[in-house]
């Protein structure tokens, strides 16, 4: 890796990981005072509107921001027609979902949602003029812009849900926390970037990125159903209380989950796609990741299966006791995540998005049939049936990047079996003792230092190189925070 790269890449690695445990420690933080405030029925009617405005999102960019930001000579052509198209998108969706709305609260038997949607669809059309600004900064690998914006939008966003909470809005506290976030990311990227629109629009532009997009848009398209193919189901046959139980479950598990895939896709496409004709040095580059990754990522989620009841129970108090099981299996389903998105990201950098859409086509059939095979027998089937799909899924994603770039699968396993088998030695070390320990506060700061000092003595110990570069990047941090 040049010096100049290797700067770049771990600049955007620093921030990005800077602004995902930013963010996502915020809004852990505020989630928790939100639903200690609020009810599971609140974030069921949450749920059930924001798979709308998921879909959206998903639509407006299209895939055109990873389009502009892998284009090594992208212009103000090419900005600026992505800019104007997705304003004609955002808009055309907010006009369809308006006069919607009626249907989907009919749909889920829930009136409430016709006010709840129209407002929360606003969303919409905020983020459709903000995303190519975004795609400036990914493609220029200014990820300290990015994390100042989105910690200060999270901050803003956040606080407001907060007050609205106190003052019992109820599921109003919810909304608008999520319409405020892209209000506030709107203004600050446009603060910080200062790029403007020109009257400059071109249909060869939409159509070049299109061969590219589409598969992008369509395994995004597929992500965003299949994400919340769950709380569809909850929501048309089980309880309000019951998709409430779910949606908290997964924005728990995915504040850690999301935080790792965010890292890697967010630095990581923009580095890959810079080597993406050298495949030894890509090779090479992306077993490092791997490595890297897991001694991280296994070892968390492995000890939130752990130590998942006593965590939820005294932080969330015993209303969300229900969603303990959830937030188990959805971990669990998490454990190969990170993997599988970092080879979605190499094979997407090397152009092969029709591989990924092809792998997510096969993910999404594998979680169908575990729908159809599992329904019957309640929530937490389905939830096994989808553990046993995200697995068998990282595996074929694994297949495919070996005809890409001859990555094995012996060569993963390889990667992460060290910090696999750390990480389940230490969580059944703090999940022992549960059987020892009775009250659930002092289980938890047991089970606390027990994982800090098993983690930190296992780093030390077989990754000394880890160790080291952690060290150093903590004392060059102070000592510029102490010159400064």
Same mark, same amino acid.
Request: charged share 20%; no cysteine.
């Given at each position: 890796m040049s010096?100049?790269?290797?700067?770049?890449?771990?600049?955007?690695l620093t921030w990005t990981t800077v602004d995902r445990f930013g963010q996502q420690s915020v809004q852990f933080i505020i989630g928790l005072v939100l639903a200690?405030?609020? /009810?599971?029925?609140?974030?069921g009617l949450f749920g059930l509107v924001t798979i709308f405005a998921a879909l959206s999102f998903v639509l407006i960019e299209s895939?055109?921001?990873?389009?502009?930001?892998?284009?090594?000579?992208?212009?103000?052509?090419?900005?600026? /027609?992505v800019f104007y198209f997705n304003i004609f998108v955002s808009a055309l969706l907010y006009f369809i979902l308006y006069f919607s709305t009626p249907a989907i609260a009919n749909f889920f038997k829930q009136p409430q949602l016709i006010n709840?949607?129209?407002?929360?669809?606003?969303?919409?059309?905020f983020n459709a003029f903000y995303l190519v600004p975004f795609a400036k900064m990914v493609k220029e690998m200014d990820f300290k812009t990015v994390a100042k914006v989105n910690l200060s939008a999270t901050i803003l966003s956040g606080s407001c849900g907060v007050v609205l909470a106190f003052m019992h809005f109820g599921v109003w506290a919810l909304v608008t926390q999520q319409v405020s976030f892209h209000f506030f990311r709107m203004i600050a990227y446009y603060n910080f970037v200062r790029w403007r629109p020109k009257r400059i629009f071109s249909f060869s532009v939409i159509r070049e990125f299109w061969s590219f997009s589409i598969h992008i848009l369509g395994t995004s398209l597929l992500n965003v159903v299949f994400n919340n193919l769950y709380i569809l189901i909850l929501g048309k046959f089980y309880q309000k209380k019951e998709v409430g139980y779910y949606t908290y479950a997964n924005k728990l598990s995915e504040t850690f989950n999301f935080t790792f895939q965010q890292i890697l896709l967010g630095s990581t496409f923009s580095m890959f796609s810079q080597i993406q004709d050298d495949d030894e040095r890509f090779k090479r580059i992306f077993r490092e990741f791997s490595k890297k990754? /897991?001694?991280?990522?296994?070892p968390v989620m492995t000890v939130l299966v752990a130590v998942a009841y006593p965590f939820i129970?005294?932080?969330?108090?015993?209303k969300w006791a229900a969603s303990v099981p959830y937030f188990q299996l959805l971990c669990l389903a998490s454990l190969f995540t990170p993997f599988y998105s970092l080879n979605m990201s190499a094979l997407n950098a090397r152009g092969n998005s029709k591989g990924t859409f092809i792998i997510e086509t096969i993910k999404k059939s594998l979680i169908l049939i575990s729908v159809f095979v599992c329904?019957?027998?309640?929530?937490?089937?389905l939830l096994w049936g989808y553990v046993i799909a995200c697995f068998i899924s990282y595996l074929i994603s694994t297949i495919y990047l070996k005809r890409e770039i001859k990555?094995?699968?012996?060569h993963q396993i390889i990667d992460i079996l060290p910090s696999l088998f750390f990480g389940i030695v230490i969580a059944l070390a703090a999940y022992s003792l549960s059987f020892i320990i009775s009250n659930l506060h002092i289980l938890l700061l047991c089970q606390f230092f027990l994982v800090l000092i098993m983690y930190w003595f296992i780093v030390y110990k077989y990754q000394p190189e880890l160790y080291k570069q952690a060290i150093d990047f903590i004392s060059d941090k102070i000592n510029t925070l102490k010159k400064k």
């Open positions: 010096d100049n790269l290797k700067q770049k890449t771990l600049s955007a200690r405030l609020l /009810s599971p029925d609140d974030y895939g055109f921001g990873q389009a502009l930001i892998r284009k090594k000579d992208a212009n103000d052509t090419d900005f600026n /027609s709840i949607g129209r407002v929360i669809f606003i969303a919409i059309l990754i /897991s001694i991280i990522t296994l129970i005294v932080l969330l108090t015993n329904f019957q027998y309640g929530v937490i089937a990555i094995y699968i012996k």
